[in-house]
């Protein structure tokens, strides 16, 4: 079951104050959505608050009550399945919630977004965010942090050492990466920045980051998306760190899954527990 609440009527409309055609968001924020969904991110941060704030923090809202239902499920098809066989196999697999982990729902999920903004630029929506994710009910995920990238180190909250996903909408992107990738999870933690290609000064830190992944292989993997039908706000840059991801090896040949002591010690886990 997948909720999505930032598709319906409702949701365009507690937005649309929040639109500034100039920003060139319009796209980038139902792609932060699905990233969501399927990155299910525990920590995120984003450097410009604005238009994007309330699709992130509906989303994180919506993909928690999507993991606690999926848990719930996954918890009583496994007793179902194993109170009637020894072991777990296709039809266990393929069950609602259908190929479910069992090893990710073993931890809760408890995500938060922490928005960092000193709503010092006059064409932002940035000062009208608080008050939409109020009347959305998603206020209660999200710390505002009132300052400029370049002095919120100090005054993240707690647990944001580790950044599981980040957005930076801002100028400052080239001293984002210089001072918070440390802080990007190694175990494929992801950080998008928005419009570095068609002008100079992006495509100089599109170049040093070209640099910096030559210069520390394992480090980073790097995409840049280009939306080639905008003169300008029109791309992405992703990177993926991934210099100490988890290796995870759930399929056989041919990508059948492969029902492996681990996999069913997971599920019984989680079954006993849930």
């Known amino acids: 079951m997948r909720i999505d609440r930032t598709t319906s009527e409702a949701f365009q409309q507690a937005i649309a104050p929040l639109h500034v055609p100039e920003m060139g968001t319009e796209v980038v924020a139902p792609f932060l959505v699905n990233l969501v969904h399927m990155l ?22 919506d993909v ?13 098809k496994t007793a179902r399945h194993l109170g009637d066989s020894a072991s777990l196999d296709d039809t266990w ?6 190929l479910a982990a ?32 109020d009347g959305l ?32 909408d801002a100028w400052e992107c080239l001293y984002f990466f210089d001072h918070f990738w440390e802080r990007i999870n190694p175990d494929g933690g992801v950080l998008l920045m928005h419009y570095l290609m068609t002008y100079p000064e992006g495509e100089a830190i599109l ?3 070209a640099e910096f992944q030559r210069a ?3 480090e980073l ?26 290796k995870h090896r759930y399929g056989a040949k041919g990508g059948t899954v492969s029902y492996s002591p681990a996999l069913h010690a997971a599920a019984e886990t989680h079954a006993r527990t849930h």
């Open 221 to 246: 993997e790097l995409m840049n998306v280009l939306e080639s039908h905008k003169l300008t706000q029109n791309s992405i840059t992703m990177l993926r760190r991934t210099a100490g991801t988890t």
């Open 64 to 76: 928690r009550a999507m993991t606690e239902w999926e848990s719930r499920g996954l918890a009583e």
């Open 102 to 133: 069992p090893a990710f729902y073993l931890a809760p999920y408890e995500p938060g977004l922490v928005a960092v903004d000193d709503l010092s630029n006059p064409w932002s929506s940035a000062a009208r965010v608080g008050e939409i994710l």
């Open 137 to 168: 009910g998603v206020d209660d995920l999200v710390t505002v942090v009132n300052a400029d990238v370049r002095d919120c180190a100090e005054k993240l909250p707690p647990g944001y050492d580790v950044i599981d996903l980040a957005w930076v």
């Open 40 to 61: 299910r991110p525990q920590r995120v941060l984003e450097v410009g608050m604005g238009y994007t704030t309330p699709y992130l923090a509906t989303a994180l809202a």
């Open 207 to 209: 170049h040093y980051l």
């Open 216 to 218: 520390n292989p394992g």
């Open 93 to 98: 697999l393929n069950a609602t919630p259908a």
